[in-house]
């Protein structure tokens, strides 16, 4: 679940600008930020359904499947998210796709060998 953290934070670093553009009512100053807020709630939204079902409503862990399966529904709106995260913060993006890379060989050299 490590190389799962930097999706998370840039999803979580979305949340915060969604929450800051509402409190400083960017959307009354520049009319696309409406666009942006409204599109950016509606995955924040999504997101928190599927994560609901998938704790609330998840039949079984046990089993033949993969852990995550429920919540793979989600990823197409987190990855969204993460998106406008990283227009706002890059050199965060790349520090978090930097470590996940150095997680992914860091997996693959202690499964090697």
Same mark, same amino acid.
């Given at each position: 679940m490590l190389f799962w953290a930097p999706? !998370?934070? #840039?999803a979580l670093v979305?949340? =915060?600008l969604l929450i800051r553009s509402y409190r400083e009512r960017l959307s009354l100053v520049a009319s696309d930020q409406v666009d942006i807020e409204s599109s950016a709630l509606l995955l924040v939204l999504i997101c928190g359904a599927v994560f609901l079902v998938a704790v609330v409503a998840a039949p079984s862990l046990d089993g033949p499947w993969y &852990?995550?399966?429920? %919540? #793979?529904p989600a990823l197409a709106c !987190?990855?969204? %998210?993460?998106? =406008?995260g990283y227009r706002h913060y890059p050199r965060m993006g790349n520090a978090l &796709?930097? %470590?996940t890379l150095a997680g992914? %060989?860091?997996l #693959?050299?202690? !499964?090697r060998f």
């Open positions: 999706f !998370g934070m #840039l979305s949340v =915060w &852990a995550a399966r429920d %919540l #793979l !987190g990855a969204a %998210l993460c998106a =406008w &796709a930097a %470590l992914t %060989l860091a #693959l050299i202690a !499964g």
